[in-house]
């Protein structure tokens, strides 16, 4: 039970907990941008096409049996929804990096001045170089 306390209380299992809970619900926020925003316009371009209403009917509902079909309409917004998902990635990566490298090529512009030592450094240098003696 120590050892499980300890793994739980590391950080990085928290942030990749944290990480998870946020990607369920940008996946949650981006299913709904593509088929509450990005679909319908599509759909009206194309003639008013419902992709999500789009299937092929194997079998007819039946009174005692359900309809049996195939959803290519739900597969095409998932699909819609994953190429969103990645771009959206892809852009927020490429920030992230192009981010990053100025803030490199900025240390590198400007590096560090070295500080002078406080006084109790210098006193206890001087104190260490009289000892050697």
């Known amino acids: 039970m120590k050892e499980f306390k300890k793994f739980i209380s590391r950080g990085n299992v928290i942030d990749m907990a944290v990480g ?20 319908p316009p599509i759909g009206m371009f194309i003639g008013g096409v419902d992709f999500s209403a789009l299937k092929i009917v194997i079998q007819e ?13 739900s597969f095409i917004n998932t699909i819609l929804t994953f190429i969103i998902v990645s771009f959206s990635i892809f852009i927020a990566v490429k920030v992230y990096n192009k981010m990053q490298s100025k803030l490199i090529n900025s240390e590198e512009a400007n590096p560090l001045k070295p500080t002078e030592p406080s006084k109790e450094e210098v006193l206890l240098t001087e104190i260490r170089d009289l000892l050697k003696k």
């Open 61 to 73: 509902e039946q009174s005692e049996n359900a309809e049996i079909a195939i959803q290519y309409g």
């Open 20 to 39: 998870l809970i946020m990607a369920t619900y940008f996946g949650a926020v981006v299913k709904s941008l593509v088929n509450d925003v990005v679909m």
